[in-house]
């Protein structure tokens, strides 16, 4: 995201662009750029049963949705008219349905139980490797403890290390 003076001397701002492989980093970046301006309640109501999301809050959170997409994704949000509708349409176009998701899990798991730390490889390279599998893990829903990451580092790391 750049923030930058234009012409007029207001600040300008660039959206996080979505593509098909940066989902999970995109809405984390998106969610902090909405809550920032007080529009994140359009996608996430608090108490959706007895609150109602003002129309100009919600026109404000598709618009910054309708910026941060590329045309192609673009038009697949045509016949969305409220933001949290678009941005449910995101999450299932990036993520795919169950069936895929469910996949994805397993491929991941599959990849972190498998993982082992080469003797050349840094270990904050590592650890980074580890971190992101299980944050995409989690993302897609599934439960990883900590504890258990834990161990799969201490198993995974070369002997020098311990």
């Known amino acids: ?7 007029g001397g207001s600040m ?3 959206y996080p662009m979505l593509n098909r ?17 007080g529009v994140w309640e359009a996608i996430e109501q608090a108490d959706p049963k007895t609150r ?6 919600d026109k404000v959170a598709l618009v910054m949705i309708y910026q941060s997409v590329p045309k192609d ?3 697949s949000l ?3 008219k409220k933001a949290k509708d678009a941005w449910e349409a995101l999450r299932i176009i990036s993520q795919g349905a169950d069936r895929v998701k469910a996949a994805k899990v397993q491929t991941l798991k599959s990849e972190f139980e498998t993982l082992s730390m080469k003797d050349t490889e840094a270990l904050d390279d590592f650890c980074l ?7 995409n893990i989690c993302v897609l829903g599934e439960d990883v403890k900590e504890a258990y990451v834990v161990k799969k580092l201490l198993c995974a790391v070369p002997q020098k290390f311990l």
């Open 1 to 7: 995201m750049d923030m930058g003076k234009n012409k």
């Open 12 to 14: 300008g701002l660039s």
């Open 21 to 37: 492989t940066n989902y999970t980093v995109w809405a984390m970046k998106m969610r902090v750029l909405m809550q920032a301006h």
């Open 52 to 57: 109602t999301v003002e129309d100009r809050v």
């Open 73 to 75: 994704m673009l038009l």
């Open 78 to 80: 045509l016949e969305k």
């Open 129 to 135: 490797k580890l971190n992101g599998l299980v944050t």
